[in-house]
C-alpha cells in the first residue's frame, strides 16, 4: 500500500437523534471462538531517535482511560474534561473530590502505572481499511453506502487510540508518515486480548478490536446523566461508581428529558432510519432513509434504545466535539466509550437524567 503523509481529517457536523432499525436490538452474540485478522494487532517496537517528551496532561488522561474514567479524546491538552475525569475517579475511590492532581489523587492512580505513550508498527491489514474516502458528512446523503466506516486510516488510527488526528500529527511531527509497517506513536491504549472475543452476526468483536475496548467489563444497575456537568456515570447494585464518561446532552431545541428511563434495548453496530421530521433543522420534504453501520453514522456504533420515545444513549462519527457542543436531544459520547458502556449494561437498567 502506499505511504501516505499525515494529515488532518475533517470532523463530522452534529449527528442526530433517531431510532435504529428494530432488529438490531439486543443482537446476540454466539459462544464460538471469534476470527479477529491480526489487522488489530499493534506490534510494540523500540522508539528510536532519543527521548520524546509527551504532552504534560496525556499521562494522566491514558491513565484514567485505561481505569474508566473517559475525558473524551486523548490529546493531553488540560481541560474541563480532565478535571471531570479526575472527580469522577476521586469520588469511585472515596478521596477528596477536587478535580485535581494532588497527592492522594496522584498516590491511587500509582498502584497500576502506565507509560503514557506507546511506538507501534501499523499492521498491513489495519493500513488497508477498507476506508469510505467520499462518505458524505450530511446524515441524509449517506444512504446507498453499504458501510459508513472511516475515510482513511489517520481517521481510523485516532479512534483505534482513543485520540484526534492533530493528536497523533503532534506526536510524530508533521513530515512523519503514516501506511503498512510505519512505526509511530500513539497514545498507550493497550490491543484488545482477542481470547476473549466471541463471533456474532454484526461485527462487534471486529468493532471492539478496532476500538480498543475490551469486551469484558463490570456491570451496571443504574446510569446518571448530569446535563450541567456532561457527565455520564455508571453505578453498580450496590450503588458504587464503576466508569464515567464525558457526554453531550441536547440543546435548546431539543432538550434532554429530565427524570427516570429505562434501557428497553442494545444495539450494536445498529442499522440507523433517519427520519427528517424528527429534527428540527431538516426540511420534512426530504425522505425517509435506512443508514447502514458504522462509525461514522449518525449513531456511531452503538445505540442504547431508552424508554422515552426517540431518545437514546450512543456514540459519534465526532469524537472532539463531546462535551464542547450541542446534540438533538439524545446523549452522545466518543465511539470507544459508547463501546464500553455498551459492554456494562443490558436491558432494564435504570437511566436518571438530572440537570
Known amino acids: 500500500m502506499k505511504i501516505r503523509q499525515l494529515s488532518i481529517v475533517v470532523l463530522l457536523p452534529l449527528a442526530a437523534c433517531n431510532q435504529p432499525s428494530p432488529q438490531n436490538q439486543e443482537t446476540a452474540q454466539r459462544d464460538a471462538p471469534a476470527i479477529v485478522e491480526d489487522s488489530t494487532r499493534f506490534e510494540d517496537v523500540e522508539a528510536a531517535g532519543g527521548a520524546f517528551t509527551p504532552p504534560p496532561n496525556l499521562a494522566i488522561e491514558v491513565a484514567l482511560d485505561r481505569l474508566g474514567f473517559s475525558s473524551g479524546v486523548i490529546d493531553g491538552k488540560p481541560t474541563r474534561l480532565d478535571d471531570l475525569a479526575l472527580r469522577g475517579f476521586q469520588a469511585a475511590n472515596d478521596l477528596a473530590v477536587s478535580g485535581k492532581l494532588d497527592e492522594a489523587t496522584r498516590a491511587a492512580l500509582s498502584r497500576a502505572p502506565v507509560e503514557p505513550l506507546r511506538t507501534v508498527r501499523i499492521p498491513q491489514g489495519f493500513a488497508q481499511g477498507p476506508f469510505v474516502p467520499d462518505l458524505p458528512a450530511e446524515s441524509g446523503k449517506q444512504a446507498g453506502f453499504d458501510h459508513l466506516g472511516y475515510r482513511n486510516l489517520m481517521e481510523a488510527l485516532a479512534e483505534r487510540f482513543h485520540t484526534t488526528p492533530e493528536t497523533i500529527v503532534s506526536l510524530n511531527g508533521p513530515d512523519a508518515r503514516i501506511g503498512a509497517g510505519t512505526v509511530i506513536r500513539v497514545p498507550n491504549v493497550a490491543d484488545v486480548d482477542t481470547a476473549n472475543l466471541k463471533a456474532d452476526e454484526r461485527g462487534w468483536s471486529a468493532t471492539l478490536a478496532a476500538l480498543g475496548v475490551a469486551p469484558v467489563q463490570p456491570q451496571a444497575d443504574k446510569l446518571v446523566v448530569s446535563k450541567s456537568k456532561g457527565s455520564l456515570r455508571a453505578f453498580d447494585s450496590a450503588d458504587k461508581l464503576l466508569a464515567q464518561f464525558p457526554v453531550t446532552t441536547g440543546?435548546?431545541?431539543?432538550?434532554?428529558?429530565?427524570?427516570?428511563?429505562?434501557?428497553?434495548?442494545?444495539?450494536?453496530?445498529?442499522?440507523?432510519?433517519?427520519?427528517?421530521?424528527?429534527f428540527w433543522d431538516v426540511s420534512d420534504k426530504q425522505p425517509d432513509r435506512l443508514l447502514k453501520p458504522g462509525p461514522n453514522g449518525p449513531v456511531g456504533v452503538v445505540w442504547l434504545d431508552l424508554s422515552k420515545d426517540h431518545y437514546g444513549i450512543h456514540g459519534t462519527g465526532e469524537p472532539a466535539s463531546i462535551g464542547h457542543s450541542e446534540s438533538h436531544g439524545c446523549v452522545r459520547l466518543t465511539n470507544w466509550d459508547a463501546a464500553r458502556l455498551a459492554q456494562m449494561v443490558k436491558p432494564g437498567v435504570s437511566v436518571v437524567f438530572e440537570e
Not at 253 to 261: E, S
Open 251 to 278: 440543546s435548546e431545541h431539543d432538550p434532554l428529558p429530565i427524570g427516570n428511563w429505562k434501557i428497553l434495548g442494545v444495539s450494536r453496530n445498529p442499522d440507523f432510519h433517519y427520519n427528517p421530521k424528527l
